[in-house]
């Protein structure tokens, strides 16, 4: 398996119910960011959680990692219709000379109105 | 405010085509990278530069180059176009300094492309 893995692959909720995806990665990271993606779309950032940080909130999101378990997890609130769309996470991890981002597979989130 | 450009937004090829991508990074960004993002697939790293230079190296086939120029924007060339190339092509840019402090990375739209 990749770096990035994600968790449900696809999630289906009721408008209002809260939506929770999780991200684990393998090795050491400098910071984790979610990405959504709306289909056929560009990915727009949606929040970074530092390597040294545990919680993070934005709105209705909110992330926490946990680098013992090497995982993380975005839960989106009171989700809306709108909220339809994948979610990736990606790792920043030191690379030889510089970083690299590495995607996770996305989790598919469909919120029924 | 300025964002990532991408051109062409959709191009269709024939097998064994040449196709070229271009990319206009968001004012001030230093830094561009390149994605291949196959039908319901993640995105894949497939190169970046930094002034001007490679920085880093993904899964990028040999059949593609791509450089960036001295006004930081990029082009990826694909040579003898494959059906598997069929995908969305993503740009990106951002700030190297701090990359590791969490620089965003922001995305284009993309460039579809389709091999037939």
């Known amino acids: 398996s990749q770096q990035g893995e994600e968790d449900p692959q696809a999630l289906s909720i009721q408008e209002g119910e809260n939506a929770t995806m999780n991200c684990s990665y393998k090795?050491?990271?400098?910071?984790l960011q979610w990405y959504r993606q709306n289909s056929g779309r560009g990915l727009v950032h949606l929040i970074l959680i530092r390597s040294n940080e545990r919680e993070k909130h934005s709105g209705r999101l909110r992330v926490t990692l946990d680098t013992s378990k090497k995982s993380s997890s975005l839960l989106i609130t009171a989700s809306r219709a709108a909220d339809t769309a994948s979610y990736f996470c990606a790792t920043v991890v030191d690379n030889t000379g510089g970083f690299k981002t590495i995607f996770g597979a996305g989790t598919r989130l469909f919120v029924k109105a | 405010a300025a964002g990532v450009i991408q051109s062409p937004r959709h191009l269709i090829k024939e097998k064994r085509e040449t196709a070229t991508l271009k990319c206009y990074p968001i004012p001030r960004h230093d830094t561009v990278y390149w994605y291949q993002q196959g039908p319901g697939q993640d995105p894949q790293f497939l190169i970046s530069f930094y002034e001007k230079m490679q920085s880093d190296k993904g899964s990028i086939p040999d059949r593609f180059s791509a450089q960036q120029f001295s006004d930081y924007h990029s082009e990826l060339n694909m040579s003898s176009l494959e059906l598997g190339d069929s995908a969305l092509y993503f740009c990106?840019?951002?700030?190297?300094?701090?990359?590791?402090?969490?620089?965003?990375?922001?995305f284009g739209e993309g460039s579809w492309l389709t091999v037939v």
């Open positions: 090795t050491s990271i400098n910071n």
């Open positions: 990106a840019s951002s700030q190297a300094v701090g990359i590791a402090s969490g620089n965003t990375i922001y």
